[in-house]
């Protein structure tokens, strides 16, 4: 693969699956019908999810280089990693469930999707050609470079989201597939394929969830459970940094490309589901339902998730990290605390706007008006 497993960004996520009462179709879409048609208002509950997720994506990229210095924060890098995607990933999936195809969908999958994707996929390319002094790296399309492969995984689950809301059991189908992923080194780098597969229980999870799925985990009793599990995660997590391989979590590789027999690839894959899927309902728990000042950044998500790894590579190739305070504990307070400004800053309006065209175009001028399509109720993104 062209991203390295230390590069193993997310993250959404980088998602932007928009938290409105009723099902959006994608998590990269942007300003929504929800938001435009009237009696219809965003759930704050599902805005603050997605900031405070991608928060975490941006802390634990920022991680990255301290990992061999602090077990510590290794441990923190292993529990944030456990829980940032799946949720991102699971969140999508939620707001997916409206997917049917038609051509408006398929408009806005092109335009939130495949349109970031291949400008960004572009565009880290000609970047790291510059930071890693690289000046051969070919653009590949088919091959996702570092925060890319995300999109491209969005596309291949939304596309078959028909598929997954027909079939009688979706949830262990897509286990299965995951599974057996892992027993193959042969899948190739087009689409960066392993994650899409191996990435794919969340999604379809997702899929499955109703809103009262959310308001269970939404009560006090779990919010007060969240707490003890969060403790022993870290505790875990702790003990298992010199005994576990955390780039398991990447879910980028086969059991044999990770130097372990095979038939810990699907075992590993029903631990890490059950594991993650734990730690997501917690996180959920944990996430304010009512409006806060950082609500409204849940809708720039995808600006967030985007933008933040050029500063991440960036700081990494200019030698930020060579400073010898930067390897005790101010420093990893400090580069905590900064990855959270700068994401946090990228989600404004502001950046928004600035890289509008890129993440959302309008695209109108590439299909035809159906007027027929266009008077039918529009699902929501």
């Known amino acids: 693969m062209r991203a390295s497993p230390n590069a193993s960004a997310e993250p959404p996520g980088a998602t932007q699956a928009h938290g409105h009462t009723g099902p959006s179709p994608s998590p990269t879409a942007t300003a929504s019908a929800a938001e435009r048609a009237p009696g219809k208002q965003r759930d704050p509950f599902f805005d603050n999810a997605k900031y405070l997720a991608i928060v975490l994506v941006a802390i634990g990229h920022s991680w990255e280089p301290l990992r061999s210095s602090s077990r510590s924060v290794t441990a923190l890098y292993t529990l944030v990693y456990a829980v940032h995607m799946p949720a991102f990933i699971v969140i999508s999936g939620y707001f997916s469930r409206s997917f049917r195809a038609t051509p408006p969908q398929i408009r806005r999958l092109l335009g939130g999707v495949v349109v970031p994707y291949v400008v960004f996929e572009t565009a880290y390319t ?13 653009i590949s399309l088919l091959d996702p470079l570092y925060l890319t492969w995300f999109l491209a995984a969005l596309f291949v689950w939304r596309l078959t989201t028909p598929i997954w809301k027909h079939v009688r059991q979706p949830l262990p189908l897509a286990l299965v597939i995951a599974m057996l992923a892992t027993l193959s080194p042969s899948i190739g780098n087009d689409l960066d394929l392993q994650r899409v597969l191996q990435f794919l229980p969340y ?7 109703k809103p009262e799925h959310f308001q269970l985990v939404r009560r ?6 969240a707490v003890p599990v969060f403790g022993c995660a870290l505790v875990v997590a702790y003990w298992s940094v010199p005994r576990f391989d955390y780039a398991w979590l990447f879910h980028n590789g086969s059991a044999e490309q990770l130097g372990v027999p095979a038939w810990e690839g699907p075992l590993m894959t029903l631990a890490l589901f059950a594991c993650s899927t734990l730690l997501v309902a917690c996180f959920l728990a944990w996430v304010p339902r009512r409006r806060t000042w950082f609500t409204a950044l849940g809708a720039g998500t995808l600006y967030g998730y985007l933008l933040h790894g050029f500063v991440a590579q960036g700081a990494k190739s200019w030698g930020w990290y060579d400073t010898s305070w930067m390897r005790g504990p101010l420093g990893e307070i400090t580069v905590t605390v900064v990855a959270a400004v700068v994401v946090t800053a990228l989600c404004t309006p502001p950046i928004r ?27 929501d993104s």
């Open 353 to 379: 706007r600035l890289f509008r065209f890129a993440m959302e175009p309008e695209l109108r001028w590439a299909f035809r008006r159906d007027a027929d399509e266009l008077a039918r109720t529009p699902y």
């Open 126 to 138: 000609l970047y790291t050609r510059w930071t890693d002094h690289q000046p051969d790296r070919a």
């Open 203 to 209: 999604f379809v999870l997702g899929l499955c969830l």
């Open 220 to 225: 006090p009793e779990v919010r007060q459970l």
